[in-house]
């Protein structure tokens, strides 16, 4: 059974830097030809993805979020992480990891659960002063 754990702090300073890291289990990130997602989901808005790891380490990114996303991972901890700059109060969200292939590791308006099979329960972001 494949579970996926979001861990990192709750509260963000505006123009801080938000750190999330994905915890995995049942599964390694290496595995062929998975691909490890972080999306997040505004209040009132749907899901937004955001951007992917793939098993062999390769990054994808929403070019909405115009550089300030870094997706890394530590093969030893079967990790993989987030970090997002510069954030503002629009970067308020539930924040989700989530396993796909590489069809959902992608930019697009819409995104739904289903694209995925495998999902951390969500942690939520706040950044306010």
């Known amino acids: 059974q494949v579970q996926l754990q979001e861990s990192g702090p709750g509260l963000v300073k505006p123009s801080q830097t938000l750190s999330l890291t994905c915890t995995v289990s049942g599964d390694s990130i290496e595995t062929m030809y998975y691909y490890w997602n972080w999306l997040r989901q505004p209040p009132g808005k749907g899901l937004e993805w955001m951007g992917a790891?793939?098993?062999?380490?390769?990054?994808s990114y929403d070019p909405a979020l115009k550089s300030r996303a870094a997706i890394s991972r530590d093969t030893s901890k079967n990790q993989f992480s987030l970090q997002l700059s510069s954030v503002t109060p629009e970067d308020t969200a539930v924040y989700y990891c989530?396993?796909?292939?590489?069809?959902?590791?992608?930019?697009?308006?819409?995104?739904?659960?289903?694209?995925?099979?495998?999902w951390g329960q969500g942690t939520q972001v706040t950044v306010s002063s």
């Open positions: 989530a396993r796909g292939s590489v069809e959902s590791a992608r930019p697009r308006s819409t995104v739904l659960r289903h694209e995925y099979d495998n």
């Open positions: 790891i793939s098993y062999d380490g390769g990054t």
